[in-house]
């Protein structure tokens, strides 16, 4: 008996079994598949319509004007987009300490939501609520005379700016300021003007000091003008405070959360992931994450396709459930060609 146990027991550590074949090898991985309601792609809406704008720190991205922005988003829909996440980048505008053109009727994201909703009724938008893009200083919070955050100034500033998009459009609400009380401000205003029922706040509850979002604020055109977001963005070692921003957000009443940027804070995914199952996660494959993919790739690292399946199945394995990237009309295509095959 002992010897042939032994053997039967040593049997059951024979792997290749169970990955011999490309299905084999799928019905490992079904929980991490990727599928098109996975992904939501970022936007850069601009003001002047018809413009199509490079952004030389992202290569392959553009902002878009709405009547450019309308024909790209009918070919990557064709390809099964579900969701977008809009942002607004200003040029003309003006900017100010208050953020006004945040909301202002010259926005481009308040101008181009009603048209967006009529052009593409089935497509989820959410929208990125920062002041950033916005105001004169590019911090994402309201100030006070001595350079700090004012922050009840701030948090009724943002959830003014959540409910115009909302009543704009808007399905989604995403606040990335970081602010404390933004999530209750927001939602209490919603039920306020008896929106609770069909707009939802997608916070962005892990949101780190990271040194990944330099491209963005070349594309959002919102660097600070001084200083830098480390007394209100997490500090990248904060495990603890991330746990805690993560209870803070979900108490006050967030819809769905997220962890931002992604590829260093994988322990942090699976931790609030962990704690709260209950609550779709998202991930936010950051614009520096994007470009570092891109040159690697250029540089002939490794295959791009390849290289990216494998980071983003690595991120659904961790806990994620939606992923935020730039490379989505990309990765459509290829799934849409996986099962065509
Ligand atoms: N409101 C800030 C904001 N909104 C989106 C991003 C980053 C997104 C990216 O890098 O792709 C940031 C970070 C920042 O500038 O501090
Ligand atoms: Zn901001
Ligand atoms: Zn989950």
New binding site residues.
């Given amino acids: 008996m002992g010897d042939k146990y032994k053997r039967m027991v040593e049997k059951k550590h024979y792997l290749h079994s169970s990955i011999f074949h490309p299905t084999l090898r799928d019905w490992q991985s079904l929980k991490s598949e990727l599928t098109p309601s996975n992904f939501m792609y970022?936007v850069f809406i601009i003001e002047n319509d018809n413009e199509v704008q490079a952004i030389p720190s992202m290569p392959g991205i553009s902002r878009y004007g709405i009547n450019k922005l309308k024909e790209h988003l009918q070919n990557v829909i064709s390809k099964g987009l579900t969701s977008i996440l809009v942002?607004g980048v200003i040029d003309s505008l003006a900017k100010d300490e208050q953020a006004t053109n945040a909301d202002s009727s010259q926005n481009p994201v308040i101008k181009a939501l009603p048209k967006l909703r009529a052009w593409f009724p089935n497509l989820v938008i959410a929208c990125?609520v920062?002041l950033?893009?916005y105001s004169s200083h590019g911090h994402?919070a309201i100030l006070s005379e001595n350079g700090t955050i004012d922050n009840p100034k701030s948090i009724k500033r943002i959830a003014d700016i959540a409910l115009s998009y909302a009543k704009a459009g808007a399905h989604i609400v995403a606040p990335?300021?970081m602010m404390d009380g933004r999530i209750g401000a927001i939602k209490t205003l919603l039920i306020e003007n008896n929106l609770q029922n069909n707009v939802a706040v997608l916070s962005?509850t892990c949101?780190f000091?990271?040194n990944?979002?330099?491209?963005?604020?070349d594309?959002?055109k919102?660097?600070p003008s001084f200083g830098d977001?480390k007394c209100y963005?997490l500090p990248p070692a904060g495990e603890g405070v991330a746990i805690r921003a993560a209870a803070r957000d979900v108490e006050e009443g967030a819809d769905m959360l997220m962890i931002?940027?992604i590829m260093a804070y994988m322990d942090v995914l699976k931790q609030v992931n962990d704690k709260y199952p209950e609550y779709p996660m998202f991930v936010?494959q950051?614009?520096?994450e994007?470009s570092m993919i891109y040159n690697a790739a250029e540089k002939g690292i490794f295959d791009l396709k390849a290289a990216l399946l494998e980071i983003l199945q690595s991120y659904r394995r961790a806990g994620a459930d939606i992923i935020i990237t730039?490379y989505t009309p990309l990765i459509l295509e290829w799934i849409q060609l996986k099962h065509k095959l």
Avoid: H, T
């Avoid at 990944?212 to 604020?217: A, C, I, L, T, V």
């Fill in positions: 970022p942002f990125d920062c950033c893009p994402c990335s300021d962005y949101k000091a990271s990944f979002y330099g491209p963005f604020r594309a959002a919102s660097k977001r963005q931002k940027p936010y950051v614009s520096g994007y730039y």
